[in-house]
């Protein structure tokens, strides 16, 4: 009964847990994030801030329409950069939630 209630926690386990760690295309990744110290991400995102805060004070007006295109793309990849870097941790799904309780009440 043990063996087969720990061979079924460690699968459900292995099957619901995920790690949010994507390579996207504007050059960072969960991994080089992880390896930085504090010191470094705050560098980082205040170097973010200051980017998109220069990008909002232009005068887009003057722009043409792929370079606002690409100026927004810029934004959402700052956003998504800065958002990796500020999170962290396993997320677990309702399911593998609603499982993990079912066994803790069979097991107790």
């Known amino acids: 009964m043990r063996y ?10 292995i099957t619901t847990s ?5 390579s996207t295309s504007n050059g960072f990744d ?5 390896r930085m110290s ?4 705050k560098a980082r995102v205040e170097e973010i801030k200051s980017r998109v805060e220069e990008i909002r004070d232009m005068d887009r007006s003057t722009l043409s329409r792929a370079e606002r295109r690409e100026l927004r793309r810029e ?13 962290g941790g ?4 309702l399911t593998g939630i609603l499982i993990i309780i079912l066994i803790l009440i069979l097991v107790l």
């Open 4 to 13: 087969r209630v720990l061979l079924l926690s460690i699968a459900l386990l």
């Open 18 to 22: 995920t790690l949010h760690a994507t």
């Open 30 to 34: 969960k991994e080089k994030i992880a």
């Open 38 to 41: 504090e010191a470094e991400k």
């Open 75 to 87: 934004v959402r990849d700052l956003n998504k950069e800065a958002k990796a870097i500020g999170r």
């Open 90 to 93: 396993v997320y677990i799904s």
